[in-house]
């Protein structure tokens, strides 16, 4: 029977020492709150008869400090939410991952359509230069020969039986002539270039508005990436500091505690 004093409502463990031999005992406890439980004892077939006055029982009980005792239960209910915490965020980091993989992939094939599209607006633009310089070569192509007929129809007009004279118009008809049909096909080929290039430059301003937005994704799906990561790492270390501090709670329990018999 425990008579509890001072408001102590603990454990009591109970002993029984100096027994005789072949007389045990396991002791006994009295839970918290109970005022009394049972010893039992075992005696083997050469235990001697009689009684064992020696025996002494010994009741043990730890008084703990009820400050540290609260600490223990606050450190270790705080473990729970920061455990219930971080599912979440490992699903928001895994989310982000996926998002930043997909971006990175638009972002990669915007960047290759772009640079294919620059080289197709390059070779047009360049295409388109060759083109005027010729439209420009062959107006004044055209330009000198026609100058040279009408030279040479004066010269004729001076002396119109003159065999060598005609001939001279003539080529310089012909000259004209030739001249005017590569100018009209120069023209031709501008024009083409012309569209050609203002398509391509037209292609290659989308293509670019394109890959501007799928950079500015991808770089917003990293800076995610890194807030998702960090949050997770964080309730992380929440859970192992609730935990550390549940030790030391324990700890310091343990070390404010008083054995008492």
């Known amino acids: 029977i425990a008579f509890r004093r001072d408001g102590f409502n603990g454990a009591i463990d109970v002993t029984v020492e ?8 396991k002791g006994t ?5 109970q005022t009394n439980s049972t010893i039992v004892f075992s005696a083997t077939e050469d235990a001697a008869d009689g009684t064992f006055g020696f025996a002494k029982v ?3 009980a730890r008084i703990e400090d009820n400050a540290k005792v609260k600490a223990v239960a606050d450190a ?3 473990v729970k939410p920061a455990v219930d915490a971080l599912p979440k965020t490992q699903q928001d980091a895994a989310k982000a991952v996926e998002d930043e993989k997909k971006f990175l992939a638009t972002r990669q094939a915007a960047e290759t359509k772009f640079t294919a599209d620059a080289d197709v607006a390059k070779k047009a633009a360049d295409a388109k230069v060759v083109s005027d310089k010729k439209a420009t070569d062959t107006a004044t192509a055209h330009k ?3 100058d040279k007929l009408a030279a040479a129809k004066v010269e004729l007009d001076k002396n119109k039986d003159n065999q060598d004279l005609k001939n001279a118009v003539a080529a310089a008809e012909k000259a004209v002539a030739d001249a005017d049909a590569a100018a009209k096909a120069a023209v031709q080929e501008k024009t083409v270039a012309d569209k050609a290039a203002t398509d391509t430059a037209n292609v290659l301003k989308t293509s670019e508005q394109a890959k501007t937005k799928a950079v500015t994704e991808h770089d917003q799906s990293v800076a995610k990436l890194k807030v998702a990561t960090d949050a997770q790492v964080a309730a992380e270390k929440r859970i192992a500091d609730a935990n550390a501090a549940v030790t030391a709670a324990i700890a310091a ?8 018999a």
Not at 18 to 25: A, K
Not at 253 to 260: F, I, L, P
């Open 253 to 260: 329990q343990k070390a404010a505690a008083r054995e008492v």
């Open 18 to 25: 100096n027994l005789p031999p072949g007389i045990t005992s």
């Open 58 to 60: 010994v009741a043990k």
């Open 144 to 146: 000198a020969a026609t």
């Open 76 to 78: 270790k209910a705080a």
């Open 29 to 33: 406890s009295i839970g918290p709150g």
